[in-house]
Structures are given as structure tokens and as C-alpha cells.
């Protein structure tokens, strides 16, 4: 099996937001501010647009010295206020769940994902599927965000931080290695200053170096468990999971059509083996639905998407496809538009493990 994996990280995110939520800072240097209160300028810089970057403003530099470099600039700056960043975190996060099998939150703006059975293990699809992430936070929330997408969540980490604001990055599989063979060492997640120079000291400056490097070489410098991590991330050989971080599951399948089609019938035909495979494995996980969606990526590879709940949770083949029909009906009579791809997810999930099917004779 080929993985999918994908990382994604809202650009200058505190900083974005407070441009989201007053368009006239966007044409102006904006330095997101933690104040310590000793005095009215002391603290340090959360973060900045990418305009105040370009005069040197950077994460943890004191606020004074931000002040001193965008002097005359007609800079803005603001106060942190977590609770304000929050909601969008929340929201964005919501919207990623939807595209993909898992979603695991490293921090307020970036989570990893896997999309390897979304995709069919296909790298085509996966860009369609992040150019959809990327069009849905934008058009929601007004935001950019990076990602990037490879065979291991190292190789996509790097990936989503290689090209940014507003990046996409994609290493098929096979060009993993020559990929992460030029870059620095300390690019790889787990390897801080101090592992670096270690690194450094036995001649080793590259991801390629480390990869091709003697396994009992660094084992002495780091240890048996670190060297042999880094090792195989350096080869582009970690299989660490993407960890689902929501306790409750949700379960989704999105296929892509053979012809793009206004027909919900037509989708509907070609997403109905995938809706039975759903069915079956909500039965052998011991679920039933209370909430069934279905996804359409239009042409323009905009989202939409219809759902229904249900006051019985249901889990039947039958019904679920019964009820699929019906959403994927009303949502083509919404967007009068045509679908490139469809999905069906259900979620709510009630666990009925040793009862009996609450639909069991439909
Ligand atoms: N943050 C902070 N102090 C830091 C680093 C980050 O308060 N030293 C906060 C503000 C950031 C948010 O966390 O907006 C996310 O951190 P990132 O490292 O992802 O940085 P940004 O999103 O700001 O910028 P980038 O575009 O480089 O991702
Ligand atoms: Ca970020
Ligand atoms: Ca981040």
C-alpha cells in the first residue's frame, strides 16, 4: 500500500486572522503582540504578516525591536487574544475532517492528515483534494493555508513548510528521496540544534547524508531508538500512523466520476458500491449512524455538501443508500452544477456492538 499523508498549516495564522477580521490591515505591516505589561512596549512578537517578515519582524523578537524596524512604516500593532484565533482553529479543523480519513491536530493551526483510501492511493486525486481543502478554508473562513502531501507524515511536514504562504506541495512516492536528499538535517521533525550538530560532527549535513549513513555510526552518537527514527525518515521508510485526535470516528469514502455529471442518479450508481463498502464496515465495527452527509466536488472543485439526521441511527446498506439517493438529489437540485467527484460520510456514530441492528429487518 502506498500512503497518502498530508500536513497542513494556516499561514501567519494569528496575524491572518486579525486581517480576516479588519480587511484594512492587509495592505499594512501587522505585528501580533504578547505584552508582558512592565512597560507599554515590553513583551514579545506571537507573529507578523508577511509584509512586516519582509522588514525583519519574526516570532519571539522583542516587541522593541520589531517597533525599531517598522518605524515610519505605518505598521499595526495588536494585542494576542487566543480566544480570537480559536474559533477559527476549531472551524478550519471542521473542514479538513471533511475531505479526509484522518485528522490528527498537532497545534492551534496544523494537523496532519491521511488521505490514503479517500484517494484510492492515487497522488492525482490527492491534489484535486488539497486544491479542495485550500478553495473551502479560503472561500469559509478568507484564509490561506499550506500543504503538503507525500508517502510519510516527515516527508509531508517538510513538504507543507517548503513552500509558503498559500502552497501546495506534492512528492509522488517515488521522488521522495530526492527530495529530502538536499535539504539540511535540522529540516526533519525530531531533529533540534543539538542532534544537528551532533550531526554536523561526524560530517553530516543533509537528509541524503543521513540517509546513506552508517546506522552504527549515528546508534553511538543518538542512541539506538532516535538513530534508527531518524534514519528511516531520512529515507523516506517512518510508517508512524496519522493518529485520528476526535475520539468519536467518523467514516467517509468519496470516489471520483468517470465523467463529470449534473444526474444524481448517475453519481449515485457509481458511489453505491462505495456506500456499501461503508455499510460494511460500520456492521463489523459495530456501528450505526445518527448523521448521514453527502459530498459533492463540483467541476470548479468547490465543495458542497447536504446532510441529514436521523432520530434512529441507521446502518443498512439499504437504508443508507436509500437515504444517499435522497441527499445526492436534493444537493444536485441545490448547486445546479456538476459533479467531478461525490462522497457519503457518516458520522454520529451511536456503538451498537452486541445489540441487535436497530434496522435489522429493513
Ligand atoms: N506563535 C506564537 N509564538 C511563537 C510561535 C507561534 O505565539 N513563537 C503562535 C502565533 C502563530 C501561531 O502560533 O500565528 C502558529 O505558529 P506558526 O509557527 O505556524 O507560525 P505562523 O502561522 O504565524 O506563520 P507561518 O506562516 O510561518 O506558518
Ligand atoms: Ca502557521
Ligand atoms: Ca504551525
Redesign the pocket.
Known amino acids: 500500500m502506498v500512503r497518502v499523508v498530508g500536513h497542513i498549516?494556516?499561514?501567519?495564522?494569528?496575524?491572518?486572522?486579525e486581517e480576516v477580521l479588519n480587511p484594512a490591515l492587509k495592505t499594512k505591516p501587522v505585528v501580533?503582540c504578547?505584552y508582558s505589561g512592565r512597560s507599554q512596549s515590553s513583551g514579545?512578537?506571537?507573529?507578523?504578516n508577511?509584509l512586516a517578515?519582509s522588514f525583519g519582524v519574526s516570532?519571539?523578537m522583542s516587541i522593541s525591536a520589531a517597533q525599531k524596524r517598522l518605524s515610519g512604516k505605518d505598521a499595526e500593532f495588536i494585542p494576542?487574544k487566543q480566544e480570537k484565533?480559536k474559533p477559527f482553529s476549531e472551524r478550519v479543523m471542521q473542514i479538513v475532517r471533511e475531505h479526509v480519513d484522518a485528522l490528527e491536530q498537532t497545534?492551534?493551526?496544523?494537523a496532519f492528515f491521511d488521505i490514503t483510501r479517500f484517494c484510492n492511493e492515487d497522488y492525482g486525486s490527492a491534489r484535486i483534494t488539497a486544491v479542495g481543502i485550500k478553495n473551502r478554508i479560503r472561500q469559509a473562513e478568507g484564509l490561506t493555508v499550506?500543504i503538503g502531501i507525500g508517502k510519510t507524515k516527515s516527508v509531508a511536514k517538510i513538504a507543507s513548510?517548503f513552500t509558503?504562504?498559500d502552497g501546495l506541495t506534492i512528492i509522488e512516492p517515488s521522488k521522495t528521496v530526492d527530495f529530502l536528499g538536499p535539504l539540511p538535517v535540522a529540516k526533519l521533525y525530531g531533529v533540534g540544534p543539538k542532534t544537528a550538530s551532533l550531526l554536523e560532527s561526524i560530517g553530516i549535513r543533509t537528509i541524503g547524508e543521513l540517509a546513506t549513513s552508517n546506522i552504527d555510526d549515528i546508534t553511538h552518537l543518538l542512541g539506538r531508538k532516535l538513530a534508527s527514527r531518524l534514519h528511516d525518515a531520512a529515507n523516506g521508510a517512518d510508517d508512524e500512523l496519522v493518529v485520528e485526535s476526535q475520539k468519536v470516528a467518523q467514516f467517509s469514502r468519496i470516489i471520483t466520476l468517470k465523467k463529470d455529471t449534473s444526474s444524481a442518479e448517475e453519481a449515485y450508481l457509481e458511489l453505491l458500491p462505495a456506500v456499501k463498502e461503508l455499510a460494511a464496515r460500520m456492521d463489523s465495527e459495530g456501528y450505526a449512524c445518527r448523521t448521514l452527509t453527502v459530498i459533492g466536488v463540483l467541476s470548479n472543485l468547490s465543495v458542497r455538501t447536504k446532510s441529514r439526521s436521523f432520530e434512529t441511527p441507521i446502518n443498512t446498506p439499504l437504508v443508507l443508500s436509500e437515504q444517499t439517493l435522497v441527499l445526492l438529489s436534493a444537493l444536485s437540485e441545490s448547486v445546479q452544477a456538476e459533479f467531478r467527484r461525490v462522497g457519503v460520510r457518516v458520522s454520529d456514530l451511536v456503538d451498537i456492538k452486541g445489540q441487535a441492528s436497530l434496522n435489522q429487518y429493513l
Do not use: N
Open positions: 498549516d494556516v499561514d501567519y495564522f494569528f496575524a491572518q486572522v501580533v504578547v514579545v512578537v506571537s507573529t507578523a508577511y517578515r516570532s519571539g494576542m484565533y497545534g492551534i493551526d496544523e499550506s513548510a509558503k504562504p
